[in-house]
């Protein structure tokens, strides 16, 4: 081992300072969904006092969770089973070289120059016509590919070695092959990306789904923001209790999907 | 030139053909929908609603959608772009009218002389409050003005006896209770809540026809002026200009404001938030000159309803005291049916003669309510205005250069109307 | 000319027609989501920028006068412009910070992946409640800030920092940094996991030192994922939508207005979406600026790395 006890104490200690402003805000979220303090009361009482879990019974019960969650879940697991494939395929088109290639990627590169709550007139005007009103596919379709995850397959897929998939193909590989057999399994770590912000991404959708449902049993989780936005009622705690009880999936998916971020621990990059 | 239209013109084609055909949504014949603004927390008594409205009316069916007051606009008008409108629409304060100028409500004046009975039945100043152009296109749902709340505890440490009689006396009670950690005095500014400030020193907006300014006066500078150094000094919390629900509110119940000018229903937020709230501690009147802004809900029909006449029904049986009672004694608010409001409060005054009294003032001079300008484009007016008021009160520009810059800007708006 | 060599096989079976069928094919699904969700309603808020219209009023040319209006009457306009640019302005610190937590946290550190989980915690919540917890420890009186400033003594009087018109646009960035910083770290961490292992290994034989090594083989092979995180730091700034909405509404005056929220609340909130369309072409031709001189500042060929293949 080159690395130095204090150059480890340092970067620790670079790694705590971050953290530590990470979690301030988390924390409060976190004590004020346990109370139902007056935030505004000064001075901001430090420790939570008397702390209990009812703001988070009461959120199982103010809103159908059961059923958003349902929802909430069918939507993503569409638009991140779009995401993988559909980016995947598109990333890997834009690796070969074709007329028109640098007018494609200005395409896709502008599209995501397009602000979402410019389009929501249209865009609810065309999912009518397509008859995706209300439907868990009208949902997910608009988030189902999307451009930063398809520029990060692009660069996971130009990292393989070329000689890599010119030995594939000497091997009598198909086109299909080397995609599924080498280009995929080499590019994990953007696989994992595209699951992880796919997911996020649709998971937290709040103007859209509001804008296309009109069941409430079609509602998505974000949509019971509302509900703890009251106009009379203090529901401060609970309404945190609700963020919190949003968070957790996206940072089980996120903890799940991480496993493909220690590549360079296990092949030994930065061992030195 | 006549190319270049030419071009224009297939494009808007092309878009159209692709986007605007009417959506898959049928509107079964004998369905109505019926959007309301942040009420889900009801959703047993609406339902409840429903379920009496469709059960003498076989085929009838109602859906109901509730939406919060940010998105409710968004969604609204995307369903009017889509050609399918809500047909019974609850909105907000100057909303209504905007939608009426907008084409979008249905003109309800020969219904409810048709039905005197039921329209006589409203009082009639916040009737008034959505008629547009001499039309009226919404009936009160339920009805808010703003009143003054003082923190008795704040006014007997100051050694003050008693609320406020005057601008002046305003003034000088709020620089009397700030400290360190305490303001004296809080508005909510949203919608032209904080426009009896200015009513009480005589000055309006506009002119009574509407078609020009009446703010930029010596007076409006003057008022604006002394405004801005009391927030300044910290007399007058600066959440007063910058808050809108959760924070002015919120500050109040801490218990460290002297007075907090706001409508009614804030109440019941400071009462669950602030533990210190009792008759004994909190007190609630009209401001000096009693002047208020109207911050009411009003329902009204989408003029692209398939149904008109079902959904006037279905208006008038939800504003009918069975059922709009229920809601009024839940919420405890006040619905501007006369009749039944009056019953109300006296039962009020039994289980919670504070309330009582509190809804009360909200029938009470209802005909000095200000800051209900009947525009069509008040959205546009008030974008206008308020950043420019707000650079004044808080210090970035001074009043006489901010309320000239208001005035041709307002007048641009009115203009362009 | 090449039709001699060729003339034996009918196009259909040529390579070059089978390889651009593929790349047809594989391009389909991404492009036809694309169009129907981003381009057609381009087009849409394009046409509707030439016209007077709301929903329910038949439209009616109006030429330039939009366009005309955005840049001669409107000083939300060139404010919200401003405040735009200076959001995109404080990207590049973001990034770097996030390349160094990057770093950090890419390594055989022991509690790497719990330090990586924590530094992204953020981004997965919800943009709401990112306002409004940050709306509070900004707040002058309750929030955290003022009150660790007051305690340490640093500050006398508390600064109200969301309603002052110094301090709310840092402010708002700051927050909206903290949101989006897990984003930038996951976007460079993955381009890091693909600079090949062996790089490394046959420098540290040479004996290149560390912070060469950072210079020549790191940073090289990170271009692309730092174009897209320049990219997605300069979208950001002009679209953090939410953000705002929930701290500030824009204000205070127009302090902490963004184009998209000026072009928002000109639509939906008064009706004038002929106007937010016009002022929506306007700005995704300044991101179209904005991403070309990105493009031409990490090297050209939107993001490739060419270093990669060899």
Redesign the interface.
């Known amino acids: 081992m080159r690395t130095k006890p204090l150059s480890i104490v340092l970067r620790h200690g670079a790694l705590v300072i971050v953290c530590f402003i990470m979690l301030v805000p988390f924390y409060w979220v976190i004590k004020t969904s346990i109370t139902n303090e007056?935030?505004?009361?000064?001075p901001p009482r430090l420790l939570p006092e008397a702390p209990h879990l009812f703001n988070y019974v009461d959120v199982w019960y103010?809103i159908p969770f059961a059923r958003y969650l349902l929802n909430s879940v069918i939507v993503s697991a569409i638009a991140v089973a779009g995401n993988v494939v559909f980016n995947a395929m598109a990333a890997y088109a834009l690796t070969k070289h074709f007329v028109g290639k640098q007018s494609v990627m200005l395409l896709f590169l502008s599209c995501m120059l397009v602000p979402f709550q410019a389009t929501?007139?249209?865009a609810?005007?065309?999912?009518?016509?397509l008859?995706l009103?209300?439907t868990y596919l009208g949902l997910a379709l608009p988030l189902m590919s999307t451009i930063v995850c398809i520029f990060i397959y692009k660069a996971a897929f130009e990292a393989v070695p070329q000689s890599l998939i010119d030995a594939a193909r000497v091997d009598g590989l198909k086109e299909r092959q080397v995609i599924l057999r080498i280009l995929m399994p080499l590019s994990k770590p953007a696989v994992a990306t595209n699951v992880i912000l796919a997911f996020i991404w649709s998971w937290n959708a709040f103007?859209w789904p509001?804008?296309i449902t009109?069941e409430p049993i079609m509602q998505t989780l974000p949509l019971g923001l509302?509900?703890f936005?009251?106009?009379?009622?203090?529901t401060t705690g609970a309404l945190y209790a609700f963020a919190v009880m949003v968070l957790a999936p996206s940072i089980f998916v996120f903890l799940m999907a991480q496993k493909e971020f220690i590549r360079g621990l296990t092949s030994g990059a930065t061992k030195g | 030139m006549m190319d270049r239209?030419k071009i224009?013109k297939s494009?808007?084609v092309?878009?159209a053909a692709?986007?605007?055909?009417?959506?898959?949504?049928a509107q079964s014949p004998k369905k109505i929908t019926f959007l309301t603004w942040?009420?889900?927390?009801t959703a047993d008594i609406i339902n409840g609603w429903i379920a009496r409205f469709t059960k003498d009316r076989p085929g009838v069916e109602v859906?109901w959608?509730?939406?919060?007051g940010?998105?409710l606009?968004?969604?609204y008008?995307?369903q009017?772009?889509?050609g399918t409108p809500p047909d019974i629409i609850n909105t907000q304060g100057a909303l209504g009218l905007?939608y009426a100028g907008?084409?979008?409500l249905l003109d309800i004046t020969s219904r409810l002389k048709a039905d005197a009975g039921y329209g006589n039945g409203f009082n009639q100043n916040y009737l008034g409050n959505w008629v547009y152009e001499g039309a009226n296109y919404m009936v009160p749902f339920y009805l808010t003005k703003t009143v003054l709340f003082w923190n008795k505890t704040m006014f007997q440490k100051a050694g003050l006896s008693g609320p406020p009689q005057s601008f002046d006396d305003i003034i000088a009670y709020a620089e009397k209770m700030k400290s360190a950690?305490s303001t004296g005095f809080l508005t909510l500014n949203f919608d032209w809540l904080y426009w009896p400030l200015y009513a009480m020193n005589g000055v309006d907006l506009l002119s009574t026809d509407l078609k020009t300014t009446a703010f930029n006066t010596p007076k409006a500078i003057e008022v604006t002026e002394r405004l801005a150094k009391a927030t300044e000094s910290g007399a007058i919390n600066?959440?007063s200009?910058?808050g809108?629900?959760v924070?002015p509110n919120?500050?109040f119940?801490?218990g460290?404001v002297g007075m907090l000018h706001a409508h009614a229903?804030a109440y019941?937020?400071v009462k669950?938030?602030?533990k210190w709230v009792t008759p004994e501690t909190l007190g609630a009147t009209h401001v000096p000159g009693s002047f208020a802004t109207p911050n009411s809900h009003g329902l009204g029909i989408s003029?692209?309803s398939k149904n008109p006449d079902l959904a006037w029904d279905f208006l008038k049986f939800i504003t009918n005291e069975a059922q709009i009672g229920e809601f009024a004694r839940l919420?405890k608010l006040v619905t501007g049916n006369t009749a039944f409001d009056t019953k109300h409060f006296a039962e009020l005054d039994k289980s919670d003669p504070f309330v009582a009294a509190l809804l009360r003032t909200q029938l009470e001079h209802t005909d000095k309510m200000v800051g209900n300008w009947r525009l069509g484009?008040d959205?546009?007016v008030k974008?206008a205005f308020w950043?420019?008021l707000?650079?004044v009160m808080?210090g970035?520009k001074d009043a006489k250069t901010a309320l000239a810059d208001a005035d041709k800007k307002v007048q641009?708006e009115l203009k362009r109307a | 000319m090449n039709t001699r060599t060729r003339s034996f096989t009918p196009w259909y079976q040529r390579k070059r027609t089978r390889d651009i069928a593929l790349v047809a094919c594989f391009l389909l699904p991404s492009l036809a989501i694309f169009f129907l969700y981003r381009i057609?309603p381009l087009?849409?808020n394009?046409?509707l920028s030439?016209?007077y219209w709301?929903?329910?009023?038949p439209?009616k040319?109006a030429g330039l006068d939009q366009y005309r209006e955005i840049f001669l009457?409107d000083d939300?306009f060139w404010q919200s412009l401003t405040n735009s640019l200076a959001f995109v302005a404080a990207a590049p610190f973001a990034i770097a910070l996030a390349l160094g937590i990057a770093l950090l946290v890419n390594s055989d550190l022991k509690g790497a992946s719990v330090y990586r989980a924590i530094v992204f915690i953020s981004y997965p919540l919800m943009s709401v409640a990112v306002g409004i917890i940050w709306?509070w420890l900004y707040?002058?009186?309750?929030g955290i800030i003022n009150y660790a400033l007051r305690s340490a003594g640093l500050v006398t009087k508390p600064i109200?920092f969301?309603?002052?018109?110094d301090y709310a646009l840092p402010s708002v960035i700051v927050a909206e940094v903290w949101q989006v910083i897990g984003f930038y770290m996951i976007i460079l961490l993955t381009g890091l996991q693909s600079v090949p292992p062996h790089l490394y290994e046959a420098a540290s034989v040479d004996g290149v030192p560390r912070w060469a090594q950072f210079w020549r083989i790191t940073l090289p092979l990170l271009r692309s994922s730092l174009f897209l995180c320049a990219v997605i730091g300069i979208l950001n700034s002009f679209t953090s939508f939410d953000l705002i909405?929930v701290m500030?509404?824009g204000?205070?005056?127009?302090a902490t207005e963004l184009l998209v929220t000026h072009i928002y609340?000109t639509?939906?909130?008064?009706?004038?979406?002929d106007y937010a369309a016009a002022l929506t072409v306007v700005q995704f031709i300044l991101l179209l600026a904005l991403t070309w001189l990105a493009n031409r500042a990490a090297g050209g060929n939107a993001g490739a790395h060419d270093t990669g293949r060899a």
């Open positions: 007056n935030i505004y009361a000064y103010f929501i007139i249209p609810y005007l065309i999912t009518a016509k008859g009103l209300n103007l509001l804008i009109r509302a509900r936005l009251s106009y009379l009622e203090d | 239209r224009l494009g808007a092309v878009a692709a986007a605007l055909p009417m959506p898959a949504i942040n009420i889900i927390d859906e959608q509730d939406k919060k940010p998105e606009p968004t969604f008008q995307t009017l772009a889509a905007e907008q084409g979008a950690d600066k959440i200009w910058t809108r629900w924070e919120g500050a119940a801490a460290n229903p019941f937020y669950g938030q602030g003029k692209g919420r484009n959205s546009r974008e950043p420019e707000q650079n808080l970035r641009r | 057609l087009l849409w394009l046409v030439f016209e709301s929903p329910l009023k439209a040319f009457e939300v709306k707040d002058e009186r309750g109200p969301l309603q002052s018109f909405y500030t509404g204000g205070p005056g127009h609340k639509g939906f909130g008064q009706t004038r979406f």
